[in-house]
């Protein structure tokens, strides 16, 4: 599989492509056509698969009956993963089982120091995933789709201190105006005099999904600074993380509910719309790191703000969820933050060279004979924050 870059951009020319100089203006090849196709796919998989989780999460957590103990989905799902990926690398041995062993020995317990590497994010994760079911149990779906966007300001927080990244101006502007957003969506929820369940503490919500976005963002940058330049694909990696994730998410288990869960058993409360959300945790993530190498910054930007205008708009009729302008402004601000953060450097330039005055035409003659001055990436410095999956799509640049 290609291998993501930093930027989250991957390389689209394939075997087989003919150069675009070779065609006449306006001809379109068919893998140009092919990886359109694969984009708008990858779009419509990155926004099901983001609004879903949340919404599904929210309406199992709000379903009248017995609730589960969400510490077992999160055991759960790290379960389901880890066979998934342990049935991907058996798939890439050709069904050799002693091939497959002796790639795990080597990978996972001769080459020991690696695999340790990933105890701390995956600790980290498991605390995340966690907080999540606290904070969708208190706030609304659409809400908390628009508070959690605060992990784009914490990665890249964490990436200008751990890894001395640099960010435009545009992007400090965009998350200022990010955090503008989430403050009035907030303020909207603690102002709104409607009534709540018993059981929700908005308070307690946002107080989860904060620490989620801080974890998520330490998390992704940390899981990025230990693994970088390491070898391994991102199967192994997740397999890696999956079996530290399903012990640690044991010990929670055991920490905060173990006599609960002993006393009513491992899958108390469980029904068809919680084995959805073990199952859209488990697989919704594997499936959107196969897809995102098809979707440049911009998409999974776009993707980002119609999570939120989906998740709105499934709140209202699931949840009876009401828009009210100050949420609508809010939300707004949000949606216009992600898609000007997403906007790669190249780009940014050109809005803001096009907003400059200029004097006139200035052009610079390259002297004959002499090579062109070489281009500097777009995707310098630049940060891929994809909603719910800090873990996969790091694990893919990482690898």
């Known amino acids: 599989m290609a291998a993501v870059g930093s930027g989250g951009s991957i390389a689209t020319a394939g075997p087989g492509a003919v150069s675009a100089g070779a065609l006449e203006p306006g001809a379109t090849t068919a893998g140009e056509t092919a990886h359109r196709r694969l984009k708008y796919i990858s779009l419509a998989v990155l926004v099901v698969q983001n609004a879903s989780l949340i919404l599904s999460i929210r309406y199992a957590r709000t379903l009248p009956g017995d609730r589960f103990f969400a510490t077992t989905a999160v055991v759960m799902a790290e379960v389901l993963k880890g066979l998934t990926c342990l049935l991907l690398l058996f798939a890439q041995k050709r069904g050799n089982v002693k091939h497959l062993v002796l790639f795990l020995h080597e990978a996972v317990l001769v080459q020991y120091m690696d695999t340790l590497k990933l105890a701390v994010p995956s600790l980290i994760y498991t605390l995340q995933n966690n907080l999540q079911y606290v904070a969708i ?232 004979g002499q090579p062109p001055p070489p281009q500097l990436s777009s995707h310098h410095g630049d940060l891929s924050t994809e909603p719910f999956l800090p873990k996969l799509l790091t694990k893919v640049k990482g690898s």
Request: proline share 5%; hydrophobic share 50%; with cysteine.
């Open 137 to 368: 149990s208190n706030l609304p779906a659409a809400t908390f789709q628009v508070t959690y966007q605060l992990k784009i300001l914490t990665t890249a927080l964490f990436s200008v201190l751990m890894l001395n990244r640099s960010l435009s101006r545009l992007q400090w502007a965009s998350l200022l105006l990010l955090f503008t957003g989430v403050a009035i969506v907030q303020a909207q929820q603690a102002g709104s005099g409607g009534p709540r369940p018993l059981d929700q503490n908005p308070g307690v919500g946002l107080a989860a999904v904060v620490a989620s976005c801080l974890s998520s963002g330490f998390a992704g940058v940390y899981f990025e600074k230990i693994l970088k330049g390491s070898s391994g694909s991102v199967w192994l990696r997740n397999l890696q993380l999956g079996l530290f994730g399903t012990a640690l998410g044991l010990v929670g288990l055991w920490w905060t509910e173990g006599t609960a869960v002993a006393r009513r058993g491992f899958f108390f409360g469980y029904t068809p719309a919680v084995w959805g959300v073990v199952l859209n945790q488990a697989f919704g993530g594997l499936l959107v790191a196969v897809v995102v190498k098809y979707a440049d910054n911009i998409l999974k930007g776009f993707a980002t703000s119609l999570s939120i205008v989906l998740s709105t708009v499934a709140s209202i009729r699931l949840f009876g969820f009401h828009v009210d302008p100050l949420f609508a402004l809010g939300a707004g601000l949000v949606i216009g933050a992600v898609y000007l953060y997403s906007l790669p450097r190249g780009a940014a330039k050109a809005i803001a060279s096009a907003s400059a005055p200029t004097s006139g035409p200035c052009t610079h003659q390259q002297p004959p």
